[in-house]
């Protein structure tokens, strides 16, 4: 009987523990990408990230959204991302140019007025990360070379916020931070903090979130900054992706 007992005592920890597990990674419901960095990362922190895709919309309705659509705050450039296949277009219509990229590899292709610009094609990449932070980063927080931090609370606008620091692995190019709505679980502000700096190089307002596809978008912010016009696809052009 005793013998039993303690088999029995030993099954329940080593159940317990595989469920702590998968709790810690969120492997049930919003599994992390391949890379993350979940060693490192807080616990706290991953479920705050949890909570914030939940609240978007859930991980399963994000993962459905194939294309999206959508332009920077001045209006000067367009962007098209084929989320599933890992690609963007560019448009700029500041210089005239168009620019590729496959974001799987990081191979970049960009034009000026018709013409090959290898230097714009050098600069897309991380011109394209910093706007799709700006559009989507609450979606990205698991995402590949990642690492989360959970800062406890902050009062901003008067407000109490949880934040959720978003570290990526290339740490000198600085952390962003989200503000989270204690009750509706939404980011309502983010920040930027350069490496090695305490001092955010902006506050800028996350919100005028609107439905599509059964998920959550911010656009047309409060404050004029951010993302304008975006827009779920359910088709785009495969010439938008391959063609100039």
């Known amino acids: 009987m005793k013998a039993w007992l ?23 419901q919003n599994p992390p990408e391949a890379g993350f960095n979940l060693a490192a990362s807080d616990p706290a922190a991953i479920q705050l990230a949890d909570s914030v895709m939940h609240a978007l919309g859930g991980r399963s309705n994000w993962d459905k959204v194939h294309f999206i659509t959508w332009k920077s705050a001045d209006g000067q450039q367009t962007y098209y991302w084929d989320k599933h296949s ?97 009750s509706a679980k939404l980011v309502r502000y983010w920040s930027f903090y350069p490496a090695a700096s305490n001092t955010a190089a902006f506050v800028l307002p996350f919100d005028n979130y609107q439905r599509q596809n059964e998920v959550l978008f911010s656009g047309n912010r409060s404050n004029g900054s951010g993302p304008k016009e975006v827009k779920v696809e359910t088709d785009l052009s495969e010439k938008l992706f391959t063609e100039f």
């Open 6 to 28: 303690l088999m029995f005592i030993v099954a329940c920890a080593i159940s317990c523990s595989t469920e702590k597990a998968k709790d810690l990674s969120g492997s049930n």
């Open 86 to 182: 890992k690609r963007a277009r560019v448009e700029d219509q500041s210089d005239a140019s168009v620019a590729l990229l496959n974001l799987a590899t990081g191979e970049a292709k960009a034009q000026v007025n018709n013409n090959d610009d290898p230097a714009k094609a050098m600069n897309i990449n991380a011109a394209f990360t910093r706007a799709l932070y700006e559009l989507a980063l609450p979606f990205l927080t698991k995402s590949k070379d990642f690492t989360l931090q959970y800062m406890g609370e902050d009062t901003l606008a008067r407000q109490r916020y949880n934040s959720l620091v978003v570290i990526p692995k290339d740490s000198t190019t600085g952390r962003y931070k989200l503000f989270v709505d204690k």
